[in-house]
């Protein structure tokens, strides 16, 4: 069935390099989506989102790239720090005003 | 600070017990979900509401969960007879969608359960 996926189970990286994070969708429909940040103990954090309308959306240290033609959504975190070790999952609406549907989540370590 | 609460934040339980988890959206908010989140299932949909009316619950087995949100500010998620499978973490979560204006969902910090 169609599904909401991650390329990588886990990613580790050094301190001040920039980080990758995967995401592969199957519902052509979709029309948003999300990336959380959940760390250990805490409940899902909203990152950045991107409409499909987009295919680069920018915020704080943090990128999300969507390519529609392939189905795939990436994170791109700049110079990433320790506080960024977490457990990142993309998640996508795949039409009008029904509940997000998350993939299985990447966990991210840096390395200091 | 607006955020989403969520009691208690841990509970143990025997097989068989009755559970309630309780969820205070943020105000104003109309949309309030429920997931279950495991390392084997990641987090999955249980019910959600909107402006309090049960809207999806095909994700709950319904011989043993029912949801319910006595008012705006209340979302209980029951659970009777709890079984060890059911052991997992419960997240609340609630956005608003009305008009134009659609937000994320924001997540409150979770209820570990533990049924043995």
């Known amino acids: 069935g169609e599904s909401v996926g991650l390329h990588l189970p886990t990613l580790s990286v050094q301190e001040g390099d920039n980080s990758i994070i995967n995401c592969a969708y199957s519902?052509?429909?979709?029309?948003?989506f999300i990336w959380y940040k959940q760390e250990s103990g805490k409940g899902p954090q909203f990152i950045i989102d991107?409409?499909?309308?987009?295919d680069k959306r920018q915020g704080q240290r943090v990128t999300v790239l969507l390519n529609k033609t392939v189905k795939h959504l990436s994170l791109q975190i700049a110079a990433t720090q320790p506080g960024d070790s977490a457990v990142y999952f993309c998640?996508?609406?795949?039409?009008?005003?029904?509940?997000?549907?998350f993939g299985k989540g990447t966990r991210l370590s840096v390395i200091a | 600070d607006a955020r989403v609460t969520q009691t208690p934040r841990h509970k143990v339980t025997e097989m068989g017990q009755e559970v309630t988890m309780r969820c205070q959206p943020i105000?104003?908010?109309?949309?309030v979900f429920w997931y279950r989140q495991t390392m084997m299932q990641g987090l999955e949909l249980l019910a959600y509401?909107?402006?309090?009316?049960?809207?999806?619950d095909s994700g709950m087995p319904k011989d043993r969960f029912s949801a319910e949100m006595p008012d705006a500010t209340l979302a209980t998620l029951k659970i009777q007879p709890s079984e060890p499978r059911d052991s997992a973490v419960y997240f609340c979560?609630?956005?608003?969608?009305?008009?134009?204006?659609?937000?994320?969902?924001?997540f409150g910090q979770g209820t570990r359960l533990t049924v043995v």
């Open positions: 991107i409409r499909s309308n987009m």
């Open positions: 979560a609630s956005g608003l969608v009305q008009g134009g204006i659609r937000t994320e969902a924001f």
């Open positions: 998640a996508e609406r795949r039409s009008g005003n029904t509940p997000l549907v």
């Open positions: 105000l104003g908010h109309n949309t």
């Open positions: 509401f909107r402006n309090r009316a049960p809207l999806d």
């Open positions: 519902n052509s429909a979709s029309d948003y």
